[in-house]
Structure formats: structure tokens, C-alpha cells
């Protein structure tokens, strides 16, 4: 069955343009194509960059962060409360105020009592700052690797600067060991990420963060099998050039430092802007949809990879409408704000307020408002003495 299932699979048709065989991608000759079994050492790579991830952010990242001046926030720690407890791990981190109320009363605690325990729990849950930028050095430092070695992989290659060439006697180009070495690279750190998505900082855009590894892992196996390599290294140097800007003004944000932290957001979304809603459309997306076809018909890989760079652009049309929000911020208020996509930490200063506000919570349940001051009696008498000595400074 497996047998079956594998050539089934591996049919001309599906990978290969109309009247092209796997046997004409056969080395010979000393031409050197690429094969779909290469791409297993991506495997073992991944687990090396996770182990040299680990390394880093421990023995560089955390000590450059502490040179740098990234401090953690102090945290209270919350009280054992087994059915708070419970309830925060199952049902959810944000009751309802009915919710609130019936767990106060289970509990023997009043609202905002309740209410500061689920807020101190949801803070314990939350990423350190000097968790935050390991993870945004260890990328930056990626992202600006690639994209330099990419580019010294591409610079002296004519389809970078026409990509009407990625067609230029397709799918019979070699491989040159310079650009599989690179396009491993890059598919290893891809599903390093995907293995750490569960402990990495989860921010509002998780599920479109795993969206968008998954389609890229599968771009680059799809690309690679199909001789779509020189597409495919487009497509990623276009990426890499705005990635490391994002992940550099992360950690100045992270380091407080704030006109520097505006200066590169500017810089990062100008770039972003222009290589995902210019470049890619106008160049990437237009040779896949019709320049790839005019000496071929079109076949399943064709409506297969273009469906899934249609993924990829919606996806950048996403996350340029969060970046749009933040420009309008930043234009409105003059100073940029946090990264909309975090999950900005809560704070206990309104607790001595709120706690001023809410009822007083008798032992046998009942709640009451606090009770004025007699003003006759003993103590209120000397009171009004110690007055009458001592007035008050107004």
C-alpha cells in the first residue's frame, strides 16, 4: 500500500509540467539537479538550530540584555486558590463579572479581591521582557544572515533583477551548491520555528503566525521538488529583507529606548510596505500567474504554488492593516505605541480603588456598604479634642 501510495504521489503530472519526466531532472553529466530526498537533512538541521538557539539565548542573549538594561517587570504572586485555580485553566483567564461574582462567594473573597487574583494569574502566564528579547535577538540575528547571504547568493544572478528568467529553460536548471545550501538553511529555521511555536511569546496573531510557517515550510518543499528553486529564492530574499528590521525594533522597544524604536517602525513598515504590497504582486505573484506559462500550459503544481503565494499575500495584507493601525497612532499621538499584537501586562494600581468602591463582605455572605462613623461616644469625643489641638494643614 505504501508502494502504491508513493507512486501515486510522485506522478509526473502532479509536480512537473505537461510532457516533462523525473528521468530528464536525472543527474548526469556532471549536472547536478535537485532531488526531493535532499531536503531530509532538514530535519537534523532543525534540531541543531534549536540546540545553537538554546545556546544563545543563554550564554549571548540574556547577558547582552542585562548590558543592554532590559529589567523584568516584579510580579505578586497569587495566593493557592484551588477552584480559582481550576476555573482559570479550564473555563477561561477572563471571567465574566456573574463568573467573578459566583467564584467571590465560593471562595469566601470579595469581587475585587477575585478580580486581582485572576489579574496577578493572567501576569505569571505572561513572557518576561528578557524572554522577549532573546527570542527577538536570536531571530534578528537569523533573519539579517539570511538575508545577507542570500543576497550574496542572488546579487550576480540575472533572474534577481528580472524574474521573467526563473522560466529560462524551466524545469532543466542545475543546482548550484551556494543557493541549496542557503534554501536548506532557511527551510530548517522554518521548522525550528514550528517545533518552538508552543513555548515561544504567543501574541494575538498566533494562529496566522502558524498559518504562515506551515505555508512557507511547504512553499520550500514544494519548490525545491518541483526545480521551482529560483522562484522560490525570490520569494524568500524578498521576506528576509523586512524581518530582521521588525525583530531590531523589538529589541530597542524592549530596551526602552523609544526615538530609536520609532525611527526603525518607520523604516520596517516603509520596507514592508513595499517589498509585500508592491514587489510581491507586481513581480512574484504576476511571473507565477502568467510569464510561467507562456511556453507551457499550466499544470497542478502551477494552481497548487500560486494558491498557496495567494496565502501568503492575504496574509501580508493582515498584518499590514496591524501595521497601518500603529502608524495612525503614532501620527495622532506623535510617540509609537506598543506592539498591538503583545499582550500588555496589567497592572495593580487601581486595587486600593477599587477596593475603597466595593462592599464590605460579611462572614455569613452578606454584603454591605461601610457604615457611617458614630458621632457621639467616647472615642468620638477625643477625637474632635485632638481636632480642636492639632487642625488639620490645609
Not at 495567494?310 to 502608524?327: A, D, G, N, Y
Amino acid at each position: 500500500m505504501l508502494s502504491s501510495f508513493n507512486e501515486w504521489f510522485w506522478q509526473d503530472r502532479f509536480w512537473l509540467p505537461p510532457n516533462v519526466t523525473w528521468t530528464e531532472l536525472e543527474d548526469r553529466d556532471g549536472r547536478v539537479y535537485p532531488h526531493p530526498q535532499d531536503l531530509l537533512a532538514a530535519l537534523p538541521l532543525a534540531l541543531v538550530l534549536l540546540a545553537m538557539r538554546l545556546a544563545f539565548e543563554r550564554f549571548i542573549g540574556l547577558p547582552l540584555s542585562r548590558w543592554l538594561g532590559v529589567r523584568d517587570q516584579t510580579r505578586r504572586q497569587v495566593k493557592p486558590n484551588a477552584t480559582l485555580e481550576k476555573h482559570f485553566l479550564t473555563e477561561g483567564h477572563r471571567p465574566k463579572e456573574p463568573q467573578l461574582s459566583l467564584l467571590a462567594a465560593q471562595c469566601g473573597l470579595t469581587l475585587w479581591q477575585t478580580q486581582r487574583w485572576f489579574r496577578r494569574r493572567r501576569n505569571q502566564d505572561r513572557p518576561q521582557l528578557t524572554k522577549k528579547f532573546c527570542e527577538a535577538s536570536w531571530r534578528f540575528l537569523f533573519y539579517l544572515s539570511s538575508f545577507v547571504g542570500g543576497l550574496s547568493v542572488l546579487y550576480h544572478e540575472s533572474w534577481l533583477w528580472a524574474p521573467v528568467m526563473c522560466w529560462d529553460r524551466y524545469p532543466n536548471q542545475t543546482l548550484k551548491p551556494s543557493l541549496y545550501w542557503w534554501y536548506l538553511l532557511e527551510l530548517g529555521f522554518y521548522l525550528s520555528l514550528l517545533i518552538r511555536l508552543p513555548f515561544d511569546v504567543k501574541r494575538k496573531d498566533f494562529k496566522e503566525q502558524v498559518i504562515h510557517h506551515l505555508v512557507a515550510v511547504i512553499l520550500m518543499t514544494f519548490s525545491y521538488s518541483a526545480n521551482l528553486l529560483r522562484i522560490g529564492s525570490l520569494v524568500l530574499l524578498l521576506h528576509d529583507s523586512s524581518d530582521y528590521l521588525l525583530e531590531a525594533c523589538k529589541m530597542v522597544n524592549y530596551m526602552q529606548y523609544q526615538q530609536v524604536c520609532d525611527a526603525l517602525f518607520l523604516i520596517f513598515s516603509f520596507v514592508f510596505f513595499y517589498t509585500r504590497l508592491v514587489l510581491f504582486p507586481t513581480q512574484i505573484l504576476y511571473t507565477t500567474y502568467y510569464e510561467s506559462i507562456t511556453n507551457r500550459g499550466p499544470f497542478f503544481g502551477y494552481y497548487f504554488f500560486n494558491g498557496l503565494l495567494m496565502l501568503l499575500q492575504l496574509l501580508h495584507v493582515f498584518w499590514s492593516c496591524l501595521i497601518l493601525r500603529m502608524l495612525y497612532s503614532f501620527m495622532k499621538k506623535g510617540q509609537m505605541e506598543k506592539d498591538i499584537r503583545s499582550d500588555v501586562e496589567e497592572s495593580d494600581s487601581s486595587e486600593e480603588e477599587a477596593a475603597a468602591q466595593e462592599p464590605l463582605q460579611l462572614k455569613n455572605g452578606a454584603a454591605g456598604g461601610p457604615r457611617p462613623a458614630p458621632t457621639d461616644g467616647p472615642r468620638s469625643r477625643g477625637a474632635g479634642r485632638l481636632t480642636n489641638r492639632h487642625p488639620t494643614a490645609t
